[in-house]
């Protein structure tokens, strides 16, 4: 029986594409874990704080930010500057003071109404009303920036999580003469909604901080609001 060998030329041309094979192959493995890394690193969520302070609606200038800056000093991490009542441009005006202030001492700011507020003023977010969760189709602002949604509903909070939310406030918990008209959902129905999402959930709406631990027993990140951390 013979056996026929290869030219020497092409021997090394063979093994030469064998070797490009297990490089490519090489870099394909090495491409992979880096970009599950990755993944694994992006999906997981921002450590959120116990509460998330929404601002009373400004008054006087220099006591609010003197408020805010107790607020701070006290712990709070992250905010809602409530705009209510205010034109875009002073709105915008006290945001820049605000962002500036609560960055000092490693707050998050959310802003709400323009979306093209958050990136011009230097915030780290946007925060949805239930009008404005209502009317939104798309994630109004890119990752990595925070968007926030309110709701009182189960349904709305899913549509909150289908466009990207990154949290949910949900209210209200009990009563509360802001929502006059809509049943306290309580701690019970508080927990009955977090269970069917994964979107984190702060309790909103007749609560304080002093209800942090009942919020977070019911299945929440904790409470938002300002009863109890504003300190003004």
């Known amino acids: 029986m013979t056996t026929t060998s290869l030219p020497r030329g092409r021997k090394k041309k063979e093994g030469r594409r064998e070797k490009e094979k297990d490089f490519f192959r ?6 992979g874990s880096i970009l599950w890394a990755l993944i694994r690193i992006l999906s997981v969520p921002m450590e959120l ?30 905010m809602q500057l409530k705009g209510k009542g205010m034109g875009t441009q002073e709105y915008a005006e006290l945001a820049r003071e605000v962002i500036d202030l609560a960055h000092r001492h490693g707050c998050k700011v959310l802003l709400t109404g323009d979306p093209g507020l958050v990136e011009k003023l230097g915030a780290d977010g946007l925060h949805l009303d239930s009008k404005a969760l209502k009317s939104a189709v798309t994630r109004p602002v890119p990752h990595p920036y925070l968007l926030a949604i309110s709701g009182h509903t189960l349904e ?18 009990q009563y509360t003469s802001a929502h006059p008209d809509i049943e306290p959902l309580g701690w019970g129905g508080l927990m009955r909604i977090a269970e069917q999402l994964a979107l984190p959930l702060y309790a909103l709406g007749g609560v304080s901080a002093d209800d942090e631990q009942a919020a977070i027993q019911a299945g929440a990140r904790g409470v938002a609001g300002h009863k109890g951390y504003w300190k003004g």
Not at 26 to 31: E, G, P, V
Not at 50 to 71: K, N, Q
Not at 161 to 173: K, N, Q, R, T, Y
């Open 26 to 31: 090489l870099c394909t493995d090495i491409s």
């Open 49 to 78: 704080p116990t509460h998330y302070l929404i601002t009373p609606s400004p008054g006087d200038r220099a006591e609010f930010l003197a408020a805010l800056e107790c607020s701070l000093q006290a712990g709070t991490r992250l």
């Open 156 to 173: 709305a909070l899913e549509k909150g999580e289908a466009i990207g939310a990154s949290f949910a406030v949900l209210s209200p918990i």
